[in-house]
């Protein structure tokens, strides 16, 4: 059995005291509400990583960021090594967002050599894919997702791979309001998790924990936490209000 993962992304919401006051409303409601074994993660924006890291020392909760740099370290203005986030021992980030993608120019390639830095300093990649509409609605969705896999980490030791989490969020579904059937959902994660089999055993696919998002709501989550090979979610949105991402967490 593979842990459930709940990740709330905040993207770039929140003021300080709007971050702090979430970050303590979603505190008190896990550790009142929230049993079982579930792994909750908040991937907050970067001046926000240390402030709710301290809001929720001792809980099931930890945080992540949303991106790293590819790069070491150097005179790249702007830029977010992943030896920082180390440095203050943030475990989780979040690479090869569909964002990231559309927005920033992010391809396969240079998600496969921030995969490796995330990794070289003991960080977990939350490694996204996802087909946009158009791709969707050709039919060759599979052989997109599968390509974004295989280029950015198929580069890996079996070693290596175990400790990346997969998250399938298809584009259309981002923001929208528009779900993935758990029929859809539950047929990419298969077709994703086939092809880790495939390349690295079926004990290390078995492994992978691989979330879905898009539009995942509190009245969605159950259903969709329910397919087997989906092992929990990336939830934009609904992560900005603390009663709804608790109840996400408490379909898984
Ligand atoms: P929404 O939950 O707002 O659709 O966003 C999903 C997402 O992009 C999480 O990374």
Not at 65 to 89: F, I, K, R, W
Not at 187 to 195: C, E, G, L, T
Not at 231 to 251: P, Q, T, Y
Request: proline fraction near 4%; hydrophobic fraction near 40%; charge should be neutral.
């Amino acid at each position: 059995m593979r842990t459930k993962i709940i990740a709330g992304n905040w993207k770039m919401n929140k003021t300080l005291e709007e971050a702090k006051e979430l970050a303590t409303e979603v505190k008190n409601h896990v550790t009142k509400e929230v049993t079982g074994n579930v792994k909750i993660v908040l991937c907050v924006p970067f001046p926000f990583l240390l402030v709710t890291k301290d809001h929720v020392l001792q809980t099931s909760i930890s945080i992540g960021a949303q991106n790293c740099s590819e790069h070491d370290s150097g005179a790249y203005t702007g830029e977010v090594s992943a030896a920082m986030l180390a440095s203050m021992t943030i475990p989780y980030v979040i690479l090869g967002h569909s964002e990231r993608r559309q927005y920033f120019g992010e391809g396969g390639k240079l998600l496969a050599k921030k995969v490796d830095k995330a990794l070289a300093h003991s960080l977990i990649p939350i490694f996204c894919c996802g087909e946009p509409l158009e791709i969707r609605e050709k039919g060759t969705h599979e052989a997109l997702v599968r390509a974004q896999v295989e280029e950015s980490l198929f580069h890996l030791s079996e070693e290596a791979v175990k400790k990346v989490v997969v998250a399938y969020e298809p584009v259309w579904a981002i923001g929208t309001g528009k779900t993935a059937t758990s029929q859809q959902a539950q047929d990419m994660h298969a077709v994703i998790r086939k092809q880790l089999s495939a390349k690295y055993g079926e004990a290390i696919a078995q492994a992978i924990p691989i979330l879905y998002g898009g539009s995942v709501k509190p009245d969605n989550a159950k259903e969709i936490f329910s397919c087997p090979d989906v092992d929990g979610g990336l939830v934009g949105g609904a992560s900005l209000k603390a009663r709804d991402f608790v109840d996400i967490i408490k379909g898984a």
